[in-house]
């Protein structure tokens, strides 16, 4: 499955189980756009708006348009933290793409598990994650 329909597949599962219908579709993307592991996060962070333009140029989700709210989490857990807690509060996402770093995810995805958003994790996979996160699965 292509990140396309990944996407798609997010965002509409958001809108069903958020009774959001009649307007735009606010996704979070969390990933390290500077320092080390740029290269991927960016990477990433390409896909998805490349994605979501796509979707967006075809009409949408039932006519709404995805809007991005892009965060860059340094590969730092703490900024992860905060990033998910500004995601969630104040930006109001209905779910949150990203997250490369096993660490980021550790410290930041039970924050949207509290708040019940949907996370997809594009590259954070480690062990110790799937493990405190059993239900999450990887996405290939």
Same mark, same amino acid.
């Given at each position: 499955m292509n990140i396309r329909h990944h996407i798609f597949a997010v965002a509409?599962? #958001?809108?069903?189980t958020t009774g959001?219908?009649?307007?735009d579709i606010?996704?979070?993307?969390? /990933?390290?756009?500077? /320092?080390?592991?740029?290269?991927?996060?960016?990477?990433?962070r390409d896909?998805?708006?490349?994605?979501?333009?796509?979707?967006?140029a075809a009409g949408g989700i039932n006519g709404n348009k995805i809007v991005l709210v892009e965060r860059d989490d340094e590969a730092k857990?703490?900024?992860?933290?905060? %990033? #998910?807690?500004?995601?969630?509060?104040?930006?109001?996402?209905?779910?949150?793409?990203?997250? %490369?770093?096993t660490g980021v995810a550790l410290a930041s995805q039970r924050f949207y598990q509290d708040a019940k958003i949907p996370v997809m994790n594009n590259v954070a996979t480690g062990s110790i994650l799937t493990k405190q996160f059993p239900e999450s699965l990887p996405i290939s």
């Open positions: 509409a599962a #958001a809108m069903l959001a219908y009649a307007a606010k996704l979070g993307v969390s /990933g390290p756009f500077t /320092g080390g592991s740029a290269s991927m996060g960016v990477s990433m896909g998805v708006r490349l994605a979501a333009k796509e979707i967006n857990n703490e900024r992860g933290v905060q %990033i #998910a807690q500004e995601l969630i509060n104040n930006e109001k996402v209905v779910a949150t793409m990203g997250y %490369i770093n």
